[in-house]
């Protein structure tokens, strides 16, 4: 019925989806969506350089990823500026390397739209391999280090005090961002990575009442907007990235409708 | 051998610096079970810091902490919930460990708040909220309880029975307490051992033994010293606005 390629796209697509929830409700909690932004624009210099040693993708987005938040926290402590600022400083910095690199990388035939924007015809079956296993292990860190990273992001000082290790769950967490940036690119894009986790996890915070259940909607929208988006893509032949988060943007105007009649019957 | 089974935590001449001023220096502490000790001392005088290098949140940058408690429990001075998160007072209680609904009612039932348990924390009020955490404190059965103001915002009939309470815990569990009040007649008249920090120990022993003491006079004005002493004595340090001791 369909191309295998659209399937391929579908499978490791839905697989993102899945790991993209808890992490992007856990970044709308901690308010580090400029953050997830910084990783990803500097997982385009994780791609060129990728192409120059011809590495493995989505390693070396992983890399290149936790070095940037690894320069982050020691530029936090050295220097007087704020977070955000140096978040800016890096993301721009990262982004304009990997973009002068492209530059330099002219031999080599190069789409940059695809890597700015995602490209599903780019999946394969080993991208597939990839999504899957490496989002299961992802989930299954994050299984293992969630009371300590959910309790220090209610509270740091009370997590410590406790016993929690939260200093620990913090950088675990950091690498799994990075993680699941590395796992996404090829699909969703650099630029567009952080809607992909941001967007669903926002849904879910309109209709849901506890943690858990907020995971669970995000999860599901991210399904949704997966799966909506490239069929959407396929149709009228745009990029996979923005079709998916174009979605997603549509899945987030509805979930307001439950918040504006609650706030109506609360008028009454 | 009895005395050091019950021994929480000591700390030994601990202090902590912060670009290269000391916050506080040369505390000694010990934190006994079923026992009450108190800090108090004037805003900044680094009451939360001594609590937080008790607790392990702060290491200590001269000195040295022995901490033989296993299950600690925490009552932070100022907590703010971010409201991106859907949190409600059941999911609070089960923060840190996991307990079970029996004994999470129970808690909520002693500091007068089982009504709000499914309530979203954010939409509770300041004092409710600080029912909540002593609430979750008392729940974890800790053997170490450290409460930072523990009844800031709570209204006045409230206080009074929070601090019953709090008393009462120490006893029911047999655990030690650190406990940062302003509330001076509570301290006196319900704690064990009382230091008077101002980023250093200006004094410190039983209640009795504080209220006659000058240094204690001197930080707290002799109208509240009065009324909770008859004796007043000769300074025998003074002040400069740090709160280091003026030679």
């Known amino acids: 019925m369909f191309d295998e390629f659209f399937i391929r796209a579908l499978v490791a697509g839905v697989g993102i989806a899945i790991v993209a929830g808890p992490l992007g409700c856990l970044v709308i909690w901690r308010r580090l969506s400029y953050f997830g932004d910084t990783l990803s624009h500097s997982a385009l210099l994780g791609v060129t350089l990728a192409y120059s040693f011809s590495l493995n993708i989505a390693f070396s987005v992983f890399v290149i990823s936790a070095v940037v938040a690894l320069l982050l926290v020691s530029l936090q402590k050295k220097t007087k500026l704020a977070g955000d600022s140096l978040l800016g400083l890096l993301a721009h910095s990262t982004l304009a390397i990997g973009l002068v690199l492209i530059g330099f990388l002219s031999y080599i035939r190069f789409d940059l739209m695809g890597l700015l924007f995602g490209d599903i015809l780019a999946v394969t079956t080993a991208d597939i391999g990839l999504v899957w296993i490496g989002g299961s292990i992802i989930l299954i860190i994050l299984y293992f280090i969630w009371k300590s990273l959910f309790s220090a992001t209610v509270n740091y000082d009370l997590s410590a005090a406790e016993g929690m290790r939260p200093e620990v769950s913090n950088f675990i967490f950091t690498l799994l961002l990075a993680g699941v940036i590395a796992l996404s690119i090829k699909m969703i894009g650099a630029l567009l990575i952080t809607g992909l986790l941001l967007i669903p996890a926002a849904i879910a915070r309109n209709i849901s009442n506890s943690p858990r259940q907020m995971i669970v909607i995000a999860i599901l929208s991210g399904i949704l907007s997966v799966v909506v988006g490239l069929f959407a893509s396929l149709e009228i032949n745009t990029s996979s990235g923005p079709s998916i988060i174009v979605v997603a943007l549509l899945l987030f105007i509805i979930s307001l409708v439950p918040l504006e009649i609650k706030g109506q019957l609360q008028k009454r | ?247």
């Open chain 2, 1 to 247: 051998m009895n005395e050091n089974n019950n021994l929480l935590v000591r700390l030994k001449d601990c202090g902590v610096q912060k670009s290269s001023k000391w916050i506080v220096k040369g505390i000694s502490l010990e934190i006994h079970k079923g026992k009450i000790v108190t800090l108090i001392g004037p805003n900044g005088s680094g009451k939360t810091t001594t609590a937080k290098m008790a607790l392990n949140i702060l290491k200590s940058d001269e000195g040295s902490i022995e901490n033989y408690s296993t299950k600690m429990a925490y009552v932070p001075q100022k907590i703010s919930i971010d409201w991106t998160m859907p949190l409600r007072v059941i999911d609070f209680m089960n923060l840190t460990s996991h307990i079970n609904k029996d004994e999470i009612i129970e808690a909520l039932e002693l500091t007068g708040v089982q009504h709000l348990i499914y309530n979203e924390i954010h939409n509770l009020s300041g004092g409710e909220f600080q029912r909540v955490l002593i609430a979750r404190a008392i729940a974890k059965k800790p053997d170490l309880l450290v409460l930072d103001e523990p009844v800031q915002g709570v209204d006045f009939n409230g206080e009074i029975a929070l601090y019953n309470l709090i008393k009462e815990i120490c006893t029911k569990l047999n655990c030690g307490i650190l406990l940062i009040s302003h509330d001076l007649h509570f301290v006196m008249s319900a704690t064990d051992h009382v230091i008077c920090l101002n980023g250093h120990i200006c004094c410190s022993g039983s209640p009795k033994s504080i209220v006659k003491n000058s240094s204690y006079i001197e930080l707290f004005g002799e109208h509240n010293a009065a009324t909770l002493s008859l004796y007043q004595h000769e300074h025998d340090h003074s002040h400069q606005t740090d709160g280091s001791v003026k030679n």
